[in-house]
């Protein structure tokens, strides 16, 4: 099995000669595009996604209420209406 120090350190090399090479400029540039991109795409994060789901379920939670309420006043016996 190998040590876990060996590839740190293997990391920590391969880190240190991206870092002296072109490839980190290419990398920069790489994530500006594509941060440039993503932005006018209109996305939204993970945390508004989330809390715009938790909305959602309360809506149709009481949508569901709602209509149960409905169905039970529609169809509850009632004094018919006298006319006027």
Excluded: C, W, Y
């Excluded at 920069?28 to 989330?50: Q, T």
């Excluded at 949508?63 to 004094?79: F, G």
Aim: charged share 30%; proline share 6%.
């Amino acid at each position: 099995m190998l040590d876990p120090r060996i590839l740190e350190e293997l990391g920590a090399r391969l880190s240190g000669l991206i870092a002296a090479s072109p490839a980190a400029d290419i990398e920069k540039n790489a994530r500006a595009l594509l941060g440039s991109v993503f932005a006018k795409l209109d996305l939204v994060s993970r945390e508004e996604f989330d809390i715009q789901t938790q909305v959602l379920q309360r809506t149709r939670e009481k949508l569901k209420a709602l209509e149960a309420r409905l169905d039970r006043l529609e169809n509850s016996p009632h004094e018919p209406a006298q006319p006027a």
